[in-house]
Structures are given as C-alpha cells and as structure tokens.
C-alpha cells in the first residue's frame, strides 16, 4: 500500500503562483510513473500532467508552458509548480500513481481557486 498526500493548495488571484506538493509514503516515484490530475465542479476529472520514474514530461495544452512538475527524491516528493494561474485552473487537484502490481493510488486532493 502506498498513501499519497497532497498540498500546497489555496487561493490565488489570476496571474498568480501555486507550487502542489505529493508526498508519497514509499519511494515509488523512484521506479513508476505519476500524475497530477484535477476535477472542477460539474466536469469530469482530466489529466494535467505526467511524470514517468525516469524523468520524462508530459504536460496537457492548456497548461503547457505554465506548469513544471518536479521531484525531491529525498523527500518522495513530487510537486507542480503553476505559474500564471488563470481562473480555468481552479480545481481539486489530484496526485496519482500506480504500483507494479497495477494498484492505483490517489490522494485526498488539494484545493486550488484562482480568482479574477
């Protein structure tokens, strides 16, 4: 079992900055790949951006360029640093991550309002 806990989250006018952080209680970040997603009322949840175990990222249009992930691998932590913040961006903001036995693993979500 592997317990994400995210933070970082609040409130920010547009233009803003927020950087979300997710612990992860085993260093599987070491060796899988992870997420960050985020649900806005009312819609489905949708992919923001990826991080696979070596490195690579993925970014979705609407944030490319404004989001970075990042790791502290002392830490087990991987944070997205938003930059730029605009009013669309407000969400719960989910990390996620899979084991090699093909579990999924979320966490509680942080929540991120961006005002204009």
């Known amino acids: 079992q592997v317990q994400l806990v995210e933070s970082g989250g609040g409130t920010v006018q547009a233009g803003g900055s927020l950087r979300l952080s997710c612990a992860a209680s085993?260093?599987?970040?070491?060796?899988?790949?992870m997420g960050w997603y985020r649900q806005a009322p009312g819609k489905q949840r949708e992919l923001v951006a990826t991080?696979?175990?070596?490195?690579?990222?993925n970014y979705a249009d609407s944030v490319k360029g404004r989001f970075t992930i990042s790791k502290d691998s002392a830490k087990n932590t991987v944070y997205l640093q938003m930059n730029t913040l605009k009013p669309e961006d407000t969400a719960v903001y989910y990390c996620n991550t899979v084991d090699d036995w093909g579990r999924v693993y979320w966490g509680q979500g942080t929540q991120v309002t961006v005002s204009s």
């Open positions: 991080r696979t175990s070596g490195g690579s990222t």
């Open positions: 085993s260093t599987i970040f070491n060796t899988n790949a």
